[in-house]
T-cell receptor, first 116, second 115 residues
């Protein structure tokens, strides 16, 4: 597609359940980022993938969060044993090349996660 | 550690007024990049501008202008003759040259332009 796509757009789950959020980056973009945006807050960096390099996981808030990127394209963010504080909008972005921080990131529409 | 502060949580103006959104940043890197993004009510973040730390020239794009001042670590954004369609949340962000993938965003400024 032309832009970054994310699915589902909305996800409601019960506390303790696992969820998977998907991101499809812009074709040809080698860098992929996940952020979390809580209500009325800025974006909180979660994880970053660049090509075949080991991902930068330094932003993941706990070991319940994990992400993978298969084939250098689609990425899945998994949250295990969800908690109410995980409720937020999860945003994915991609960029052409993460060249020393200069790259412009293009954002998807986000997945709104609600944990009951 | 990098930090971005947008002290203005909410701003409300009447159409055609000029408005300036403030952004102050902290970084130890000499090479860094600053960004502004717009998040309209539809939710999708839209890139507006990128500046690198070596280029302090101000930039104007239509009704938008940006004032980058390293002396005060600020990268302020001005909208001239605001319009209702400018209503959105605006985010300032910083990326350091030594930490390519990790952008730090401010908490955003919600701008409401009333007709």
């Amino acid at each position: 597609g032309a832009g970054v796509s994310q699915s589902p757009s909305n996800k409601v789950t019960e506390k303790g359940k696992d969820v998977e959020l998907r991101c499809d980056p812009i074709s040809g973009h080698t860098a992929l980022y996940w952020y979390r945006q809580s209500l009325g807050q800025g974006l909180e960096f979660l994880i970053y993938f660049q090509g075949n390099s080991a991902p930068d996981k330094s932003g993941l808030p706990s070991d319940r969060f994990s992400a993978e990127r298969t084939g250098g394209s689609v990425s899945t963010l998994t949250i295990q044993r969800t908690q109410q504080e995980d409720s937020a909008v999860y945003l994915c972005a991609s960029s052409l090349v993460a060249g020393g921080g200069s790259d412009t990131q293009y954002f998807g529409p986000g997945t709104r996660l609600t944990v009951l | 550690a990098q930090k971005v502060t947008q002290a203005q949580t909410e701003i409300s103006v009447v159409e055609k007024e000029d408005v300036t959104l403030d952004c102050v940043y902290e970084t130890r890197d000499t090479t860094y990049y600053l960004f502004w993004y717009k998040q309209p009510p539809s939710g999708e973040l839209v890139f507006l501008i990128r500046r690198n730390s070596f280029d302090e020239q101000n930039e104007i794009s239509g009704r938008y202008s940006w004032n980058f001042q390293k002396s005060t670590s600020s990268f302020n954004f001005t909208i001239t003759a605001s319009q209702v369609v400018d209503s959105a949340v605006y985010f300032c962000a910083l990326s350091e040259g030594t930490n390519a993938g990790k952008s730090t965003f401010g908490d955003g400024t919600t701008l409401t332009v009333k007709p």
